[in-house]
């Protein structure tokens, strides 16, 4: 096999690999649902939110800790910036995606888009890897370095600037470290070259 076809190979393998692993994490394992929590009475939660949302579907902070009016004077800004400070230290707290009304919920699409999602990734790593001379265990490495890289990136400033719960940065971190160990057990078959010893 030539040197696209097996990037092609182990790209499209990996990627199905990941997907399933991805699949498994989210509907077996249950790592994540674990750390969901439950409004006490959802239909009142439900309707505030419907009558009070202003621009649609979107992503809504509590506070909102926009600024000051334009007209304001320089006390007033410095009272408006106390008061939302004073709010945001003692809540709550929201970071929420809200959709206020109907939508259509596709899993079949959802599911491909996953899988798409995947197979780029999957070409992208594969495309970094077959710069590299690396024995099997260190290709393993590499590609899992890159899920732990994603997580870091992604996850990590959730926490850092919108409080998301430490235990779940840390089970999406891992989720990612363990979905490109077993990727990059697949992709390391197909891609990247032994390195070879200098005369």
Same mark, same amino acid.
């Given at each position: ?120 990734? $999957?070409? @992208?790593? %594969?495309? +970094? ?7 099997? #265990?260190? !290709?393993? *490495?590499? =590609? ?5 890289? $994603?997580? @870091?990136? %992604?996850? +990590? ?7 998301? #719960?430490? !235990?779940? *940065?840390? =089970? ?24 070879? *010893?200098?005369?």
């Amino acid at each position: 096999m030539n040197f696209m076809g097996k990037i092609i190979l182990g790209a499209v393998l990996t990627a199905m690999t990941v997907f399933v692993w991805e699949a498994v994490s989210w509907t077996a394992i249950g790592w994540h649902q674990n750390g969901f929590r439950a409004f006490r009475d959802e239909s009142k939660v439900a309707e505030v939110i419907k009558a009070n949302v202003t621009s649609g579907h979107g992503i809504y902070l509590l506070p909102a800790m926009g600024d000051a009016p334009k007209i304001a004077t320089a006390e007033e800004k410095m009272a408006f910036e106390a008061q939302q400070q004073k709010a945001l230290k003692n809540g709550p707290y929201m970071y929420a995606v809200i959709r206020p009304g109907k939508g259509e919920v596709s899993m079949g699409m959802n599911m491909t888009l996953s899988f798409i999602r995947c197979l780029i990734c $999957a070409f @992208l790593i %594969a495309g +970094l890897l077959s710069q590299a001379a690396l024995l099997y #265990p260190a !290709r393993i *490495a590499f =590609v899992a370095a890159a899920g732990l890289f $994603a997580g @870091l990136t %992604a996850d +990590l400033p959730m926490w850092i600037w919108f409080e998301n #719960p430490g !235990r779940d *940065a840390v =089970v999406n971190i891992a989720d990612h470290l363990i979905a490109w160990i077993i990727g990059g057990s697949v992709l390391g078959i197909f891609v990247g070259k032994d390195p070879v *010893a200098e005369p």
